[in-house]
């Protein structure tokens, strides 16, 4: 099977054969400028999800989440907890994309000249926010 995957890298996209063969991956940096998760402070304020995380998963969820595109390679002999960083990493990459939605509905309500009309269009998104 390994010689299989070796000779089958020739036919993947250029970009992720780079990757995956050494080129340092790019890192979007307007996505990293708006990570809405505290990833690299306090322990304390981390989301729940990934409290329990140690260093390097940390650092692999925060390599992770501050990429557009492309894909992050999660590899590590067995019992050093991929499997639970990857599943910290889907919630944090939720909860991500919640906030920057959170943010954007946010920004129309509130754009309203007058706190009347901001008023009423916060209550109307609430209102028909799915729960």
Known sequence: REVQAVWGVISLPTRVREELLG??????????????????????????????????????????????????????PPGTGKSSMLLALINALHLQEYERLHRAIENIVLSAADAATARKRWLAAVRLAPR
């Open 23 to 76: 080129k340092k991956p790019e890192l979007d940096v307007e996505m990293g400028s708006e990570r809405t998760l505290p990833l690299r402070g306090e322990r304390q304020k981390l989301p729940p999800c990934l409290a329990e995380l140690n260093a390097s998963q940390l650092q692999a969820v925060d390599a992770a989440c501050g990429r557009a595109e492309g894909f992050a390679l999660v590899w590590g």
